[in-house]
Every structure is written in C-alpha cells, then in structure tokens.
C-alpha cells in the first residue's frame, strides 16, 4: 500500500527557507511520478513541481526559488523552499502516481496518492 507522510512545515519570515519532508512507503521513486503541490485558503490547489526519471517541472512562481530532492535510501523526497514570499503560505502536499511527468505534469488530478499535508506560514 502507497503511503505518503509530510513534514517539516511552521512558521518563517519572508525571504527564509523551510525543507519539507515526503516520507513514501510501499513503492519506488524509480517507477513513479513524485509531485509538490499546495492549497491556500479559498484557493483552488496548485502545483509546485513534479519530478519523474530525473526529469523536473517547475511551476513559475518558484522557479529558482524551489528546488527538489531525494534520498533512495531513506524512500524520502524534500522539498527546498528558499526565498520564501507571504504568498507561498499554504498547506503543502506531496503526491505520487504510476506515471511519467511527460504525460501528466502538474495537473492535482492526475495522482493517485496523496500525504496528509503539512502548513507553511511565511510572516511578511
């Protein structure tokens, strides 16, 4: 069974940095696509970037400020969040589908697992 746990969110002032943590079981990175995505309130969920076969999609608004990674040995995935702006605050998830990025992308809907989330708050 696919299981998915995050990790790793709170409280940081604009221009901080946070790691977030996506702790998977049940599968390898190796055979599935890997996703970030966040939903603030009254806010439609986004995604941040995706990654599948060494291959990452970054959404705009964090290009350049996020960046992905993983440990195998661990069957963890972090998320570096730096330079963070008020407008990043959201619950962050992680999620994770039998497919490559080249089909599916950023589109929530397309995952087939999902982590429970986890609050990111940047302070202005």
């Known amino acids: 069974e696919v299981h998915l746990v995050e990790s790793g969110g709170g409280l940081v002032q604009a221009g901080g940095s946070l790691r977030l943590s996506c702790a998977a079981s049940?599968?390898?990175?190796?055979?599935?696509?890997i996703g970030w995505f966040r939903q603030a309130p009254g806010k439609e969920r986004e995604g941040v970037l995706c990654?599948?076969?060494?291959?990452?999609y970054y959404a705009d608004s964090v290009k350049g400020r996020f960046t992905i990674s993983s440990d195998n040995a661990k069957n963890t995935v972090y998320l570096q969040m730096n330079s963070l702006k008020p407008e990043d605050t959201a619950v962050y998830y992680c999620?994770?589908?039998?497919?490559?990025?080249?089909?599916?992308?950023?589109?929530?809907?397309?995952?087939?697992?999902w982590g429970q989330g986890t609050q990111v708050t940047v302070a202005s």
């Open positions: 049940g599968f390898t990175f190796d055979d599935y696509a």
């Open positions: 999620a994770a589908v039998a497919r490559d990025i080249a089909t599916i992308g950023l589109q929530a809907v397309m995952y087939d697992y």
């Open positions: 990654v599948s076969s060494s291959v990452t």
